[in-house]
């Protein structure tokens, strides 16, 4: 798994982005690449910014007991897979802006760093260590990214 928090992981992840394509075609799913790209993104603007609503205290008490240990364990997410509503991109979508915002995420997560993320509220799971919100980040872009071929 890459360490989001070292460039040299970074930008090998921004490799991997700058092989898709408009058109691109997915080995599973429904997403085009803009779709799934936006999709991507919708974690770190839940990390970064205040435009999704927080879960109320029961939904948050599920997410935690349920959804945790998937998102930031070790098994990799299963294709087709579940995912919560604000993650749904069902629109049409601009592929070169959701690729620039995106790439521009992981940038600024890396340049955050670990030691900000440590122990750093999420939207939905309480406070995570740096370790768990590397495999947030990380296993779910490579499941997207894996999704498409690159």
């Known amino acids: 798994m890459k360490n989001i928090f070292d460039a040299q992981d970074v930008q090998s992840l921004v490799d991997r982005i700058n092989q898709l394509q408009p058109d691109t075609v997915p080995q599973w799913g429904k997403m ?4 799934m790209l936006a999709h991507c993104v919708v974690a770190y603007d839940m990390t970064f910014t205040d435009k999704y609503p927080r879960p109320n205290a ?3 008490f599920f997410i935690k007991m349920l959804a945790k240990p998937q998102v930031v364990g070790p098994k990799p997410y299963p294709k087709n897979g579940r995912t919560a509503p604000q993650f749904i991109i069902s629109d049409e979508r601009d592929f ?3 690729k ?4 521009d995420y992981l940038w600024k997560t890396q340049k955050v760093g670990a030691t ?3 122990n750093r509220e999420s939207h939905a799971m309480g406070k995570l260590t740096s370790e768990e919100w590397n495999v947030l980040f990380s296993k ?3 499941h997207h990214l894996t999704q498409f071929g690159v």
């Open 32 to 35: 085009n690449s803009g779709q």
């Open 96 to 98: 070169e802006q959701e």
């Open 116 to 118: 900000e993320f440590n």
């Open 58 to 60: 029961v939904a948050r």
């Open 140 to 142: 779910h872009l490579d």
């Open 100 to 103: 620039k915002r995106l790439i």
